[in-house]
C-alpha cells in the first residue's frame, strides 16, 4: 500500500546543473533527510556545510572511468526501484543491505548546450549521460513511493510540500514522474537527433521531437483551441530567445506570425541596408529596403497600408526613436528586430498594447534545419527551405535582358517570394514590394490581386499611376500557361524571375517576348504550402 503523504528519510543527489542546490540541501537536512552524492555534487553539499555520504559507500565501488560507472549498480537501483509494500522487495532490500532512497534529485549532462556551443564530438560523446537517465527512470517507474526532480524549478514546490503535509503526495509525486519521463524523452531525442545529423541520415528509422515549455497560452489559432509553446533547445535567434520588453503576452497567432516576420526580414543582411518586413497572417504585406530604418518601413508600409493594421514588424537592425516613432502611427501588435535603442524603448512604452522583441541577431536563412508538419497519424519533416539565388545562376531566356536595376529588383523579389504563402506573385519595384498576391489556387488569381492591391494603394497614395508600372515580378513555381504572364505585362510590369521547366514555357517565353519582358529561370521554385 502507498503511503500517503510518502515521508522523506534520505535522498540522492547528482546534478550538474546547480542551480538552487545550497538552498534545497539546507531545506532537506533541517527535516532530518540524509544526503548521498557523487562527485562534483557531493564536494559542493560539502562546500557547503552539509554532511554527505557518498555514492561509493552504498554500492561497495569507487566511482572509476573518468565517473563514467558510479550509480550503476544494485545498492543504488535497489533503492529506487523497491516497492515497499511487497514483503520479497522488503526481504530482499534486509539480505543485501540496500537502503530505500525516498528522492531523487537529478539533473542530466548538459548535452544540448554542449551540442549548441559547437563542441567536438569527442566532447559531445562525453556529455552523454547514462547513469542520471538511469536513475530518474527507475524512481519515476517507482513513484508511488520515489520522488523525484529534474529540474531547479521543482525544487521550492517539494519544500512547500514538505512543510505542509511532512511528505510527498502520490498527486505531486505522479506529476514529477511524467516530467522526469518527458525530460529523458527530450535528452534522448537531442542525442538521436545530434547522431543523425553528425552521420547525415536524412531519415533515421525513428525521428524524436522533444521541446520546453516556454509558455501556456490563452488559447490557440482560435479560442476554442487549447496551445503552448516550447523551446527546442536551439541558438538560432528569433521568437523563442527574444527579449520582450512591453506588452501583454504574445499569443499563438504573434507568435507564429512573429517568426515569420524575422525569418522574411532575415533574408537582407544589414550590411546591404536597412530593411523592414510587415507581416499579417504569415503573409508579408510589405517588404523594403531603404536609406534609412524609417524610410524602409515607410516603403513597406505604402505596398499595403490597409494590411499592415495590427500587423507585426520586423527589422533587420537595431530600432532607432525615428523608425519607432513611424511604427507607432497605426495600431502594430509586435516589432522584433536585433536591438533597441533605449529612447525607441521608452517611446514605445507609450503604446502598452504594442509588443517590442529584440533578439541577439538575425537568424542565418543559410543555417540548416527542419521543417515540421503534422499529419493525420504522422508527421512530415523535411529540410527547411534555405535555398538562395544569385545572379550567376539565373538564365535569360527571353530576346530582352534584365537591365541592372531590374536585376536586382528581380533578386529582391525572389527573395521575397519565397516566404509568400503559394501561390505566390511578388511585384517590386527599386527594392520595395509594390504588390503582392499570395495563397490562391491559381496563380493567375494572385497575379490579378497583386496588380489590384497595387491599383488600390495608388488611388489611396494618390499617385498617378499604379506602382506595378516599370515594376519586376517574382514567381515562387514556373507559369503553366502564357495567360499569367500576359497579366503581368497587362499590369504593366518590365521583368520577370521565375523557375522555369513547364511543358508549356515554350509559350511563356513567347508571350513574354511579345510583351516586350525581360524573363530569368532560376531553376529553383520556392512553394510554401
Known sequence: ????????????????????????????????????????????????????????????????????????????????????????????????????????????????????????????????????????????????????????????????????????TLASRARLAQAAFARTAAYDAAVSGWMAEAQDIAAPRHRAIAGRLAQTLRYGENPHQRAAFYRDGSDRPGVASATQHQGKELSWNNLHDTDAAFEMVAEFLPAGGPACAIIKHANPCGVARGATLAEAYARAFDCDRTSAYGGIVALNMKLDLATARAITGIFTEVVIAPGADEDAIAHFATKPNLRLLSTRGLPNPRAPRQSIKQVAGGFLMQDADRAMIDAADLRVVTDRAPTEAELADLLFAWRVAKHVKSNAIVFAKDQATVGIGAGQMSRIDSTRIAARKAADMAAALGLPQAPTRGAVVASDAFFPFPDGVEALAEAGARAVIQPGGAMRDDAVIAAANAAGLAMVFTGQRHFRH
Open 1 to 168: 500500500m502507498t503511503t500517503d503523504p510518502a515521508p522523506i528519510r534520505r535522498a540522492l543527489i547528482s546534478v550538474s546543473d546547480k542551480t538552487g542546490l545550497a538552498a534545497l540541501a539546507q531545506a532537506l537536512t533541517a527535516r532530518g533527510v540524509a544526503l548521498v552524492s557523487t562527485g562534483g555534487t557531493a564536494a559542493a553539499l560539502r562546500e557547503a556545510g552539509h554532511a554527505v555520504r557518498d555514492v561509493s559507500e552504498l554500492t561497495g565501488f569507487p566511482e572509476m572511468m573518468d565517473g563514467r560507472v558510479k550509480t550503476l549498480h544494485p545498492g543504488v537501483h535497489g533503492g529506487l526501484l523497491a516497492l515497499r509494500d511487497e514483503p520479497d522487495h522488503t526481504a530482499a532490500m534486509e539480505a543485501h543491505g540496500i537502503g530505500a532512497i525516498d528522492l531523487l534529485v537529478v539533473n542530466l549532462y548538459p548535452f544540448e548546450e554542449t551540442v549548441a556551443r559547437g563542441a567536438e564530438p569527442a566532447e559531445v560523446i562525453e556529455n552523454i549521460d547514462i547513469g542520471g537517465p538511469a536513475m530518474i527512470r527507475a524512481a519515476a517507474k517507482n513513484h508511488r513511493f520515489v520522488t523525484v526532480l529534474t529540474d531547479p524549478a521543482d525544487y521550492d514546490a517539494l519544500i512547500a510540500e514538505l512543510d505542509a503535509h511532512g511528505g510527498t
